[in-house]
C-alpha cells in the first residue's frame, strides 16, 4: 500500500452507518469518479428523481464538485469501489463536507474544503457543496438512499 492510500483510502467506517446525504454524497463521488458509465448512471438517478431541468442542474454541479476536488486538490481523493461498503477517510471528508453545508453550516464546511482542495479553492468547493447537500436533501426527504448491494455483519468492516 502506497502513503496516500494509507492516509486517505483507510476505513473508518460502514456507508450503512451515514445519514441519507452523507451516503448519498459519497456513491455520487464515487460513481462519477467511475468515469462516463458512471457519471450517465448519476444524471439518470438526477433526471428520474428531480425531473429534466433540476436533473440536469444536479449534475451539472455535481460534475463542477468533482471536477474542482480532481483538479485542485491538495492531492487526489481515494476512493472505495462502487460496490464497497467501507467508508474511506477522504470519502468521510468529503461526506461530512457536503452535509455541513446542505445545513448552512458554511463555517465547517470550509474547514472540510480546505482539507481537500487548495486554500484558495476553498470557498468554491464549500459553495458547490451547499448546492450539492440541498440537491440531496430534496432527494432523500421521505426514504434511505440505498449504499451498496449487499449488507456485511455489523461487526465486519471488510
Known sequence: MSAPFKRGGAAVGRLADL???????VMYLRMWSEGEGGRADAASDFQLTLGADCGRAA?????????????HGRRPLIRHGLGC???????NCFAQMIAAASEGAREDAMMLASLIVRPDFAPALASLSEEL????????????????????????LH
Open 59 to 71: 449534475m451539472l454541479t455535481l460534475d463542477r464538485l468533482c471536477s474542482l476536488c480532481a483538479a
Open 85 to 91: 461498503a467501507c467508508l474511506g477517510a477522504d470519502e
Open 133 to 156: 447537500g440541498l440537491t440531496l436533501r430534496r432527494m432523500t426527504a421521505g426514504f434511505k438512499m440505498p449504499t451498496t448491494g449487499h449488507q456485511t455483519p455489523s461487526a465486519v
Open 19 to 25: 445519514d441519507p446525504i452523507e451516503a448519498g454524497a
